[in-house]
């Protein structure tokens, strides 16, 4: 793609271009857009968890074979297998998420122009060489460093270099640095500092790579992991001393320890979250959908403000020219005017590409005239013009800026607007600069643009108020204008618009203020970033879509950052989320998507949390048993499972049940409060599947002995039932699948208690009467406390 010759330089040629690239004076850096192959088999093997659970396998392993021989320790570390099948799915999925980003990254890279053998080119800015000059327009990035060599009234923001909000005006051999965007004027300016030498190489990388930000959820999770990581150890050593007292069967005790330890560690958890968000970015990436940052899935589902900028949100990135409208007794035909307007703009915005294609339908010509001075649109002034040399100055912008509101026109373009028209006044000037304000204005022609509405915006804002969460329309065009589009869409409360031109410095009262009211207009850059602040401070947390230079500063200080495809480099650069395609319907896809990895992680840390505390519990229990016998001189009290009964019990209570629960669909709006949560619903489902199965097992003992297998195949069976059970309750609401799923996970258990070899290859052996009515009673007790705990006694509390 080319453009006619800038004025000025006429850039590299050819030749010196090839001589620096292959001098490797070009601009590539490493780009991590994701987590590179290595990186992604270190977090998924490498884990502190992972490295307990071989241990204790080679422990398995090791004593079991020498108790009897290798096949039978080979056995009593199956509980390995879960491990590996996670292990191999979260790297599977995290794959595949890293090459939908990858793709989708490079749908979102920006190109830059640059002067070549005197033509404007578009290349990767990858491909910028040294000395390259780079031409800039309002909206873009710039992606390398180096000093301006022409200005037109070029404006420069550095607010993500400086935190300064305020623009900066450029003038030749003034400095331009990576990461800071142009807002006005245009300009050129030569490329030095590049590749790794310039702040682009960490802004990039920082603003686009695939990372595991802040997020509720894993900082919840990991709480968990290095609670459970202090609690293990002396339990398990409590375990150990209590076990020694029978020295004669120390290999067995070994071999048993270890069956005790294993269901302490949430294997899983970690590694099922990873894979919920990497399903998620999968789905998200099938809509066109870019999630910079993996808990970004999470922070829409936990939004409860909405705040929305209008242009290119609510409507899409067009406008057509309805009318122009001459103000009666004005000479100069306004066409005319508009025509030189739009010849001496080098970098027409979207409203003056509208007028630009609106003039040549009507074969409207560039009169020709000469310009002295260019004054670029910017968002805080609201107007842009031209002086000219024999035709004095004319501006275009917004009538409430450049009018006095006691003029007719002024009223007629108040009328115009509250039919959703947007208006502009074209006006001539005794005086105008871009820094002392304007003089003598006297309005030539109002030009009516009628903006075009998403046709799904409508349904997405209901979705929205549907689903609780609060919407503000919040834009820069005039409050009649802004409000009559939000009329159009069914928003409540468009017919009480604020003007924000009026709003109160007061933070509170910024807040009060916009707790009540919908929709605001006439809203500058900087205050898009009060409204963020004033609503964080109330304790929302607030979601902001844009796609323009002018909603960077709230883009990034939003808990969630929405930008469009379309919209500027910088807007891209900062948010969370990029909609490649521009359609804002996107949006509930995202929520969905969030509260599906939000709840089923919740169900899937329950069951983790739930095993996690009936281990310790047994452990506990067993181990102060056993110091009590001892003491009593009684006989020993040996741990009730084998690490195999663990696998078999831990495979279909979680493992299996846990990989479906964590991909399932669910709409439950995400709640806070994740870890406490979590704890109300494990602390008594681990102490209904701990104590039943501990009284079980000691009746069974006293009944049958130690030297049989009938009490640990009965305390199998009681803690199988109960955490079945828990699962179950876990598994709400019920679908057919979810029924299908426990059900036969309850199934094959069963089938492993009645075929002879699975039954001895497990290390278990059919229950008698007795053994049977006594797990009948436990279960049934277990069933009961967990019902009445976790069913029944919140629904009371409900009431």
């Given amino acids: 793609m080319t453009t006619p010759m800038l004025a000025g330089t006429r850039g590299l040629t050819e030749a010196e271009v090839a001589e620096r690239v292959e001098a490797g004076r070009t601009n590539e850096t490493k780009r991590h857009t994701s987590r590179p192959l290595s990186a992604i088999l270190r977090a998924n093997f490498f884990t502190p968890l992972n490295a307990v659970i071989a241990v204790l396998a080679v422990i398995a392993i090791t004593f079991g074979t020498l108790q009897e021989d290798l096949f039978y320790g080979l056995k009593q570390a199956l509980f390995v297998g879960v491990i590996i099948a996670n292990i191999l799915i979260g790297t599977v999925q995290e794959l595949r998420a ?56 070029l404006e420069i923001d550095e607010s993500l270099l400086t935190g300064e909000a305020d623009p900066v005006a450029k003038a030749p051999g003034d400095e331009v640095r990576s990461g800071s965007f142009a807002v006005a004027g245009t300009g050129k300016f030569r490329a030095e500092q590049i590749g790794a030498d310039s702040y682009a190489a960490k802004l990039v990388e920082e603003a686009s790579k695939f990372t595991l930000a802040r997020s509720e959820l894993r900082e919840g999770i990991n709480r968990f992991i290095k609670l459970i990581n202090w609690l293990i150890v002396p339990i398990a050593l409590l375990l150990i001393i209590s ?59 936990r939004t409860d403000v909405l705040c929305l900028d209008k242009t290119g949100t609510l409507t899409e990135g067009g406008m057509d020219v309805e009318e122009i409208r001459p103000v009666p007794g004005e000479g100069e035909d306004p066409l005319v005017a508009l025509a030189a307007l739009d010849a001496s703009d080098d970098s027409p915005n979207p409203t003056m590409q509208a007028i630009g294609a609106y003039l040549q339908e009507r074969d409207a010509e560039d009169p020709g005239w000469r310009v002295i001075d260019a004054m670029p649109f910017s968002s805080a002034r609201k107007w842009s013009g031209t002086r000219f040399t024999d035709n004095g100055t004319w501006l275009l912008g917004a009538p409430d800026i450049l009018l006095d509101q006691s003029d007719p026109v002024a009223l007629e373009a108040d009328m115009l607007a509250a039919q959703g028209l947007r208006v502009l006044a074209l006006v001539t000037a005794e005086s105008a600069s871009t820094t002392g304000g304007v003089t003598g204005v006297k309005p030539q022609a109002l030009v009516v643009l009628r903006q075009r509405l998403r046709s799904t915006a409508a349904a997405t804002l209901e979705y929205f108020k549907e689903q609780g969460v609060a919407v503000k329309i919040i834009s820069g065009d005039s409050p009649a204008a802004v409000g ?98 521009d359609e804002f319907a996107t949006l509930p896809h995202v929520v969905n998507e969030g509260r599906r990895v939000l709840g089923n992680i919740g169900r899937v840390s329950n069951l983790f949390l739930t095993k996690t505390v009936y281990a310790i519990s047994l452990a506990l229990f067993i181990a102060i048993g056993a110091i009590g016998s001892w003491i009593a001189g009684g006989d020993p009290l040996p741990y009730p499972f084998l690490p195999i009964h663990q696998s078999l019990i831990n495979a279909f209570t979680i493992g299996i049940p846990a990989f479906f629960l964590a991909l399932a669909p669910t709409f439950d709006r995400a709640k806070p409060g994740f870890v406490k949560r979590t704890l109300k619903f494990a602390i008594p489902a681990g102490l209904a599947c701990a104590i039943p199965t501990f009284v079980v097992y000691l009746a069974s003992l006293a009944h049958d002995g130690t030297d049989s297998k009938l009490p640990q195949t009965t305390a199998g069976i009681t803690l199988f039932c109960l955490a079945l059970a828990a699962l179950a309750i876990v598994a709400k609401p019920y679908t057919w699948w979810k029924v299908t799923l426990v059900a036969a996970c309850g199934g094959a258990f069963l089938l492993v208690l009645s075929v002879p070899w699975l039954a001895d290859f497990y290390e278990l052996g059919l229950p008698g009467v007795w053994n049977t009515t006594a797990a009948a009673i436990g279960i049934g007790s277990g069933i009961a406390a967990l019902l009445l705990w976790l069913v029944v006694r919140p629904k009371h509390h409900a009431e």
């Fill in 98 to 153: 890293k090459r939908t980003l990858d793709k989708l990254s490079l749908m979102n890279t920006a190109n830059a122009r640059v002067l070549r053998d005197g033509e404007v080119i578009e290349i990767d800015p990858a491909t910028i060489v040294a000395d390259d000059i780079v031409v800039i327009e309002p909206g873009d990035r710039i992606v390398v460093d180096g000093p301006v060599v022409e200005s037109r009234n």
């Fill in 243 to 301: 076990q020694a007292s029978d020295l004669e069967n120390w290999r067995e005790i070994v071999v048993s320890t270890v069956a005790g330890i294993v269901p302490m560690i949430p294997e899983g958890l970690v590694l099922l979250t990873s894979v919920a968000f990497a399903v998620g970015v999968i789905r998200l990436g099938a809509r066109h959908c870019l999630v910079q940052e993996l808990p970004a899935i999470e922070g829409l589902a």
């Fill in 484 to 581: 009559a589009v939000a009329a159009q869409l069914g928003v409540d409360g468009a017919g009480d618009t604020v003007d924000a031109r009026r709003l109160p410095e007061d933070p509170e009262e910024l807040a009060d203020l916009l707790e009540n009211n919908t929709i605001f207009g006439r809203v500058k850059p900087h205050q898009k970033r009060d409204f963020i602040k004033a609503l964080q401070s109330r304790g929302h947390t607030v979601a902001m879509t844009g796609d323009g230079v002018n909603d960077v500063l709230a883009l990034k200080d939003a808990d969630l950052g929405i930008a469009m495809g379309s919209g500027s480099a910088a807007a891209r650069s900062v948010a969370q989320v990029v909609l490649l395609d």
